[in-house]
């Protein structure tokens, strides 16, 4: 017969399997430095604007971080472009699109689009540039052109949703909106026949 090893069991405390103790009220309520909420977190070490002192400017795009938020100033880009402590990092979105992690895309479709392609292209760089007054991480990754279609590839889902909808408003036609289960993607289908 093989016999179990059960652990000493401390005062107070029932073994509940062989091996583990149920602790007691004031173990359970009182945790010790050891066991506190604070250890099982470490301290933060990733390089996001979160974890970063001092002003961070992009070089691509030209985007400023004060350490929590993005912004766009050209003329503050120059001040801090000279000075030796200001970090020079990609920001999120250019990260993204150097890694190809785009969250919406919009495909523009319709025998009307073919006659007025270069009118909707400059409607939808317009309205990036309108986006980006109030997010400087919604950006137009890619425009391609296949199959008699347009696909553009935004970084963020609301920029895709609001060249959507933006469409069908000015230009009228027809505007679908699929959001992918458990997932941090919208696509965004317009088309218009005319």
């Keep these: 017969m093989r016999r179990v090893h059960t652990p000493t069991v401390k005062p107070s405390t029932r073994p509940i399997l062989p091996g583990r103790v149920e602790p007691t009220w004031r173990q359970a309520q009182w945790p010790t430095e050891a066991d506190s909420v604070k250890s099982n977190f470490p301290t933060r070490t990733s390089e996001g604007p979160g974890a970063a002192q001092g ?37 999120p979105a250019d990260e993204r ?25 400059n409607w939808v760089r317009n309205e990036e540039r309108r986006a980006r007054d109030s997010n400087p991480m919604a950006r137009l990754a890619s425009v391609l052109e296949k199959d008699g279609q347009i696909h553009i590839l935004t970084t963020s889902q609301a920029l895709a949703r609001r060249i959507g909808s933006g469409l069908k408003r000015a230009f009228k036609g027809r505007s679908t909106v699929q959001r992918l289960p458990y997932e941090t993607f919208t696509r965004v289908k317009w088309s218009r026949d005319d």
């Design 55 to 91: 002003k961070i400017i992009c070089p691509l795009c030209h985007a400023i971080s004060d350490g929590k938020h993005w912004l766009l100033d050209e003329s503050l880009y120059q001040q801090l472009r000279t000075d030796p402590n200001v970090r020079v990092q990609l920001c």
């Design 97 to 121: 699109i150097r890694r190809q992690m785009f969250d919406g895309e919009v495909v523009l479709r319709g025998s009307w689009l073919h006659g007025h392609r270069d009118e909707v292209l």
